[in-house]
């Protein structure tokens, strides 16, 4: 019987990732637009408290990681999509942080709240791949052929 | 002191979302065994499955030999009942048709002394 963390259960893999590949799509449709032109993300609390070059660097985590996460959900490739969770994992921690220091902790509170619980799905789904990438390498699956002897 | 602070912060705050990109790069890495702990885990893992792989193939290769043994020792014992059989009934056979000979023999004895030619 295959889990909703094995890649060969297609239907079941993305079923249970459908978070990461909406959040990855939309993070990698963002990000995108705020690498090619700057001025839509004047309001953004990250573009505000961060230097030009981190700016940078964030959005490319934001754009390529989202892209990673959602296609490795969409190509069964879990080695692919932990890449991606990672780097929108530090996107989001980044994001929250640059909110409370933009905001203050009780303006920018609350949308740092939600950052910190994605951030947590996030972690979350990464713990999972880790944990069904350790038990399919511990499976002990015995490759005799059968006998012929008695198979003739 | 307050402009100081304000430096400060700003200076943290870019450090930081460096270290936390740096750090999720190297998170990333590690996830996927290129660098770290998991790289060692992944290798462990590899090894202790072949193991367990090599050792499972070994007991059913063991197991099916057993049984191939069980079977042959089976096969001989049928033979060597079949055989003491056989060697009984040629025993048997042989000591009726030495006596059967020997009944001919005095036949052809009381034949001769009757002076009658035996029969062929």
């Not at chain 1, 799509?25 to 309001?43: F, M, N, Q, V």
């Not at chain 2, 191939?68 to 060697?87: F, G, I, M, P, S």
Request: net charge positive; charged share 20%.
């Amino acid at each position: 019987m295959t889990s909703s963390l094995d890649p060969t259960d297609a239907v079941s893999y993305r079923r249970r990732a459908r978070v990461i590949t909406a959040y990855g799509l939309i993070s990698c449709c963002i990000g995108t637009a705020g690498l090619i032109d700057r001025s839509l993300l004047t309001t953004s609390s990250a573009v505000q408290a961060l230097d030009g070059w981190v700016v940078v660097a964030f959005l490319l985590y934001q754009a390529v990681g989202g892209a990673l996460a959602a296609a490795g959900v969409l190509l069964l490739r879990p080695k692919l999509e932990v890449v991606g969770v990672w780097a929108l994992l530090a996107f989001v921690v980044i994001n929250g942080g640059a909110i409370l220091v933009n905001r203050g902790p009780v303006g920018g509170g609350v949308t740092a709240a939600s950052m910190a619980l994605v951030a947590y799905v996030l972690h979350g789904r990464i713990g999972d791949l880790h944990h069904a990438a350790r038990r399919e390498r511990r499976v002990v699956d015995v490759g005799v052929a059968p006998d012929r002897r008695t198979t003739a | 002191m307050t402009g100081l602070l304000a430096v400060t912060s700003e200076q943290v705050t870019n450090y930081g979302a460096l270290a936390a990109l740096i750090a999720a790069l190297a998170a990333a890495l590690n996830s996927i065994g290129v660098i770290g702990p998991n790289r060692r885990k992944i290798v462990e893992d590899t090894n202790s499955t072949a193991t367990s792989r090599a050792t499972a193939a070994l007991e059913s290769a063991l197991t099916r030999v057993e049984a191939d043994n069980t079977r042959l020792r089976e096969d001989v014992d049928q033979l060597e009942a079949k055989t003491t059989e056989c060697l009984e009934r040629l025993r048997i056979v042989t000591v009726e048709r030495d006596s059967l000979a020997a009944r001919i023999e005095r036949m052809n004895a009381a034949f001769a002394a009757a002076g009658i030619e035996p029969p062929a």
